[in-house]
Structure formats: structure tokens, C-alpha cells
């Protein structure tokens, strides 16, 4: 089978068995014995090429009776999809929903299924923060916005959103904008 004059068999096969992330969109695989299609960059255990189908379109598969693979998701139109992305955005969410609480990495990994370790590496892997200095940017965000919109002092936006003492809040602040809430407030 030929798709395209430059997509041979013997090219997706290669692709499919090195999980080669510039095909995804290009063609998609299904496995016989399991019902299921790929994007040829899947992780999943190599099938296979008895077994397989290659296929142009989603459409095409999933009209053949094969469905969708739960973890590279080829029913998405994305061109490339990364499973992480969706962990590091469900983070984002939970920090800035849940910003002026205690929030501890091992808590936040528990809710996220990973361990502490990979959480905080991958997150920074894709943000370039890590959780915790994002949930400082998100809280320091925050007190911008009280300290330009609200009569709050300094201390009572402090605990309202999250620190727990005072010179916390005052050090972060600092690092952040260059001054201190007081100063930032009058300019």
C-alpha cells in the first residue's frame, strides 16, 4: 500500500518503529490485533508490520472500525500532540484557581498523577518555571492587580493571597517589580 508517492510502505514503517514526530498528520496506523490507531509518533509498543494498516485520514480508520489511541490521540487535530502539555496546563489551572492556598508540590503532584520529581521537571521543562515560581508569578500578579484596583494594605494582601508571612511576600514582590508594594502603589 502507497498513499503517496513519497510515503511507501517501507517510509512508514520506519517512521512507526522510530516514533518519528515529523510524520505525525502525514499518515496514521492501525493495529489489527488491538482495534487501534496511531499517530506514527506513539510511544506504544511497537506492532508488528503484519498487523498494520496505514491510513491517509483518521476518517478513513475509525470507518474501518479501528478507534482512536488514548494516549497520542490521533482523532485530535493538532499536528503534533503532547500528552504533557495537558498536565502542565491542568497545573497552570489548578495555581491560578487555588493561588491563595498552601499549596505544596507534593499535594499538587498527587492531583496531577506524577511523582514530585517529574512534576517539577517537566513543568519547567515547558514553562521554564518551576510550579512554585509560577505560583509566586501568579500571586505576585495578583497584588498588582489589588494594589492598582483596591485600598487593601500591603498586609492584608499579603495573606489574601497566600503568603504566610510578611517579608515572604515582600522579598517576592521585590524580585518581581523592582520595588517594594508600597512603592509600587504610589507610583
Same mark, same amino acid.
Given at each position: 500500500? &502507497?498513499?503517496?508517492?513519497?510515503?511507501?510502505?517501507?517510509?512508514?514503517?520506519?517512521?512507526?518503529?522510530?516514533?518519528?514526530?515529523?510524520?505525525?498528520?502525514?499518515?496514521?496506523?492501525?493495529?489489527?490485533?488491538?482495534?487501534? $490507531?496511531?499517530?506514527? *509518533?506513539?510511544?506504544?509498543?511497537?506492532?508488528?508490520?503484519?498487523?498494520?494498516?496505514?491510513?491517509?485520514?483518521?476518517?478513513?480508520?475509525?470507518?474501518?472500525?479501528?478507534?482512536?489511541? +488514548?494516549?497520542?490521540?490521533?482523532?485530535?487535530?493538532?499536528?503534533?500532540?503532547?500528552? *504533557?502539555?495537558?498536565?502542565?496546563?491542568?497545573? &497552570?489551572?489548578?495555581?491560578?484557581?487555588?493561588?491563595?492556598?498552601?499549596?505544596?508540590?507534593?499535594?499538587?503532584?498527587?492531583?496531577?498523577?506524577?511523582?514530585?520529581?517529574?512534576?517539577?521537571?517537566? $513543568? &519547567?521543562?515547558?514553562?521554564?518555571?518551576?510550579?512554585?515560581?509560577?505560583?509566586?508569578?501568579?500571586?505576585?500578579?495578583?497584588?498588582?492587580?489589588?494594589?492598582?484596583?483596591?485600598?487593601?494594605? *500591603?498586609?492584608?494582601?499579603? $495573606?489574601?493571597?497566600?503568603?504566610?508571612?510578611?517579608? *515572604? $511576600?515582600? +522579598?517576592?514582590?521585590?524580585?518581581?517589580?523592582?520595588?517594594?508594594?508600597?512603592?509600587?502603589?504610589?507610583?
Amino acid at each position: 500500500m &502507497k498513499i503517496s508517492d513519497k510515503l511507501t510502505v517501507e517510509v512508514m514503517w520506519k517512521a512507526t518503529v522510530t516514533c518519528d514526530v515529523r510524520y505525525d498528520g502525514e499518515f496514521f496506523y492501525a493495529v489489527i490485533t488491538t482495534g487501534i $490507531f496511531c499517530r506514527p *509518533s506513539c510511544k506504544s509498543k511497537t506492532p508488528q508490520l503484519k498487523n498494520i494498516r496505514f491510513f491517509k485520514y483518521t476518517r478513513e480508520a475509525m470507518r474501518e472500525g479501528f478507534r482512536p489511541c +488514548k494516549r497520542c490521540r490521533p482523532d485530535l487535530y493538532v499536528k503534533h500532540y503532547d500528552p *504533557s502539555q495537558e498536565i502542565v496546563e491542568d497545573v &497552570k489551572t489548578i495555581l491560578e484557581n487555588r493561588y491563595y492556598e498552601t499549596i505544596q508540590l507534593k499535594r499538587l503532584a498527587q492531583d496531577v498523577g506524577l511523582s514530585p520529581f517529574y512534576l517539577n521537571r517537566l $513543568f &519547567k521543562e515547558k514553562t521554564g518555571f518551576t510550579p512554585r515560581q509560577y505560583l509566586e508569578k501568579v500571586r505576585i500578579s495578583k497584588a498588582v492587580l489589588l494594589l492598582k484596583t483596591t485600598d487593601l494594605s *500591603s498586609t492584608e494582601i499579603c $495573606f489574601q493571597i497566600g503568603y504566610g508571612n510578611l517579608s *515572604s $511576600f515582600y +522579598k517576592a514582590f521585590k524580585n518581581m517589580t523592582g520595588c517594594s508594594p508600597g512603592q509600587y502603589r504610589v507610583n
